[in-house]
Nanobody
Framework: QVQLVESGGGLVQAGGSLRPSCAAS????????MGWPRQAPGKEREFVAR????????DYTDSVKGRFTISRDNAKNTVYLQMNSLKPEDTAVYYC????????????????WGKGTLVTVSS
């Protein structure tokens, strides 16, 4: 059974840093896109960052560019989100999302979700 377990959220002052991680288990994830959407209180879930199979392809929403860095360790089936210069508007539940992006995989297009980790940035 596939499981995604996030950790590393918490409370931090504005300008501080956090590094949430997501450990995946239950299958091989080396050919899956991994990402971090977030959902702030009273708002819809939004895209934050994603990373391709090899880690060479990354994409960020404009509001976090230059502050957040997504990375992955395929040997550990883990994805990280280094968050620097945090702002109060970054306060949200950060979810781990893994999507099978291998066209020849039986599970092509399947999405997996973690339960989320709360990040709170105080002003």
């Amino acid at each position: 059974q596939v499981q995604l377990v996030e950790s590393g959220g918490g409370l931090v002052q504005a300008g501080g840093s956090l590094r949430p991680s997501c450990a995946a288990s239950g299958r091989t994830f080396s050919r899956c896109m991994m990402g971090w959407p977030r959902q702030a209180p009273g708002k819809e879930r939004e895209f934050v960052a994603r990373i391709g199979w090899s880690g060479g392809s990354t994409d960020y929403t404009d509001s976090v560019k230059g502050r957040f860095t997504i990375s992955r360790d395929n040997a550990k089936n883990t994805v990280y989100l280094q968050m620097n210069s945090l702002k109060p508007e970054d306060t949200a539940v950060y979810y781990c999302n893994v999507r099978d992006s291998d066209p020849i995989s039986t599970y092509y297009g399947v999405n997996y979700w973690g339960k989320g980790t709360l990040v709170t940035v105080s002003s």
